[in-house]
């Protein structure tokens, strides 16, 4: 049974830094798409970071760009996300999930399945 589990979530302040981990298992990891997403209350799932398969490329919304890294150790079956330059904003649970389908783009949360139960951080300012 394919399983995400998400972990790593704190309370920071602004300017703080994290690094959020997503462990898989049940699947063959190595074969897929993995992709960060944050819920704010309120506000809709939204795709925060993407990375293929091998690693060698990455995605990210244009909210975090330059700020966030997504990276991943296949030998590990796990994909991190590491948060710098924290800001208010940032704050909500955060989510891994493996794509699926590929019929629109990466940061749209129908392409994926298996989401974990979420890790939340929160920064204060």
């Known amino acids: 049974q394919a399983q995400l589990v998400e972990s790593g979530g704190e309370s920071v302040e602004a300017g703080g830094s994290l690094r959020l981990s997503c462990a898989a298992s049940g699947f063959a990891f190595s074969g897929f798409f993995i992709g960060w997403f944050r819920q704010a209350p309120g506000k809709e799932r939204e795709g925060v970071a993407g990375?293929?398969?091998?690693?060698?490329?990455?995605y990210y919304a244009d909210s975090v760009q330059g700020r966030f890294t997504i990276t991943r150790d296949n030998n590990k079956n796990t994909v991190y996300l590491h948060l710098t330059s924290l800001k208010p904003e940032d704050t909500g649970t955060y989510y891994c999930?493996?794509?699926?389908?590929?019929?629109?783009?990466?940061?749209?949360?129908?392409?994926?399945?298996?989401w974990g139960q979420g890790t939340q951080v929160t920064v204060s300012s």
């Open positions: 999930a493996r794509r699926i389908r590929y019929l629109g783009p990466w940061t749209q949360a129908t392409e994926y399945a298996n």
């Open positions: 990375i293929k398969p091998n690693g060698e490329t990455t």
